[in-house]
């Protein structure tokens, strides 16, 4: 069907009203790029998902981050969009400079591969690595830390808020039931494959469709969606072929499945869900800084509903702390503010 087709369908949509959410900031972004809500029915409404790993890492992971970073011999190394995140401490950025007067350190990185070269060529110095994200950077770090071991380098310690997407839609399938159906997150996808939604889809009886990128895409994903609804159908359907295969990425799935194994994790936001954190397992236990001691957390600040932007209850411009103006990407308060993929941050950049 030509692309045309499937908007004058989308905006001539005048079927009951639809609640689709996308669990990817990269599609929140790129819905807001390419007009999307402008070339479909208001009908059909869009939210965003827990789909930014950044704006569910829990306080208790920052604090625990500001401690190595704030220990003699010790080094932070971390990717630059964890130093705004709020901790019951403050942010890492707000801690930098203690940091360094007590002689511990913060450092950006680029590559988790960084900690590596610098544990070698400083054997005395502890490198602690922030290890954050889902199923898309996890093989990284596993890969990283049995490159590690295989050296024989014991200097590097990972503090991991690593997390798996599936059980987190399991998690708002089961808690909210007004959700129709998902547009699934691509990047995730390539890795997972395509069946790791089977069971979901069967289970709630919603369409899960992956999409790619482009406004063509989300078009298309969206167009299945409320195709299958019609029809009275939930399934999986695959509309990002040139990059999600069946079974997904084997070498990074045996990668994750070598160094990791699945435990319960905090989302913040969400609360504890079971099997969606991964911790270093087996040979590799020995290089975890204490992350499966961060299960339990501290609510979010008082005023802030995040909670409620990820779940899909409200929009962000819905929060009064952003209508306000007293959470912006300069000063965030809650973490969907903080992040380049954080719903909260997106809206801000698209609404002003």
């Not at 939930?234 to 997904?248: D, I, K, L």
């Not at 779940?311 to 000063?331: E, L, S, V, Y």
Request: charged share 20%; with cysteine.
């Amino acid at each position: 069907m030509d692309i045309r087709d499937v908007i004058d369908y989308l905006k001539s949509y005048d079927g009951r009203e639809l609640k689709l959410m996308e669990v990817c900031g990269t599609h929140t972004a790129a819905i807001f790029k390419n007009g999307i809500r402008d070339l479909i029915s208001p009908k059909i409404k869009l939210i965003s998902g827990p789909g930014c790993p950044v704006c569910v890492t829990p306080t208790a992971y920052i604090d625990r981050c500001v401690e190595y970073a704030c220990t003699p011999g010790c080094e932070l190394l971390t990717f630059g969009d964890m130093m705004k995140v709020p901790g019951s401490r403050g942010s890492l950025s707000e801690n930098k400079a203690e940091a360094e007067e007590g002689g511990g350190r913060i450092t950006i990185m680029y590559s988790p591969f960084e900690a590596i070269e610098k544990a070698r060529a400083n054997p005395d110095t502890t490198y602690v690595v922030a290890a954050v994200g889902f199923e898309t950077t996890a093989p990284t770090y596993a890969l990283m830390i049995q490159q590690a071991k295989a050296l024989g380098i014991e200097n590097i310690k990972l503090v991991t808020a690593l997390k798996t997407a599936v059980p987190a839609l399991e998690w708002i399938c089961r808690n909210q039931e007004d959700i129709d159906g998902f547009i699934c997150p691509g990047h995730v996808s390539v890795i997972t494959g395509v069946h790791v939604y089977d069971e979901l889809a069967s289970e709630y009886g919603k369409p899960f469709v992956i999409s790619g990128f482009e406004a063509e895409h989300i078009l298309a994903a969206i167009y299945r969606i409320v195709k299958q609804i019609e029809a009275g159908m939930g399934r999986v359907e695959n509309m990002y072929t040139n990059a999600v295969r069946e079974n997904g990425n084997r070498k990074a799935l045996d990668a994750i499945e070598t160094a990791f194994c699945a435990g319960p994790a905090m989302w913040r936001g969400l609360g504890v869900i079971p099997e969606s954190g991964l911790y270093l397992a087996g040979d590799y236990a020995g290089y975890d800084g204490g992350s499966r001691d961060l299960v339990e957390d501290m609510e979010l600040p008082e005023g802030c509903r995040c909670g409620d932007v990820i779940t899909g209850k409200i929009n962000p411009d819905q929060c009064p702390m952003f209508a306000g103006g007293t959470c912006t990407p300069m000063k965030p308060f809650g973490p969907c503010m903080v992040s380049s993929e954080g719903s909260c941050g997106i809206w801000y950049r698209n609404k002003h």
